[in-house]
Nanobody, 125 residues
Framework: QVQLVESGGGLVQAGGSLTLSCAASGRTFSSYAMGWFRQAPGKEREFVGSITPRAGGTRYEDSLKGRFTLSRDNAKNTVYLRMNSLKPEDTAVYYC??????????????????WGQGTQVTVSS
């Protein structure tokens, strides 16, 4: 089992940057593919991106390509989400998720086995 804790959220002005972190418990972090999702008020949770266990592959929501970047440090049991050129519409609770697989997980919430509690990101105009 994996426990996930997100951090790094906060208030940022439009055009700014923010890096979210997701720390995982357990000794098998390098066996889990990781994903980031977000959920704005009144909306469904949506896919942001995913990364394979060894960071050999990534996938992003098309509309976020070029602004958001996933990375991971398996020695630190942590996955990161770097967000640049933030917009007010990026305001949401951001969640990380884990799936036991060597492959790149899909875009659906049901594709993941474990979830963190989320961290709030607010982008002011």
């Amino acid at each position: 089992q994996v426990q996930l804790v997100e951090s790094g959220g906060g208030l940022v002005q439009a055009g700014g940057s923010l890096t979210l972190s997701c720390a995982a418990s357990g000794r098998t972090f390098s066996s889990y593919a990781m994903g980031w999702f977000r959920q704005a008020p009144g909306k469904e949770r949506e896919f942001v991106g995913s990364i394979t266990p060894r960071a050999g592959g990534t996938r992003y929501e098309d509309s976020l390509k070029g602004r958001f970047t996933l990375s991971r440090d398996n020695a630190k049991n942590t996955v990161y989400l770097r967000m640049n050129s933030l917009k007010p519409e990026d305001t949401a609770v951001y969640y990380c998720a884990a799936k036991w697989t060597t492959l790149l997980p899909g875009r659906r919430t049901g594709d993941y086995d474990y979830w963190g509690q989320g961290t709030q990101v607010t982008v002011s105009s």
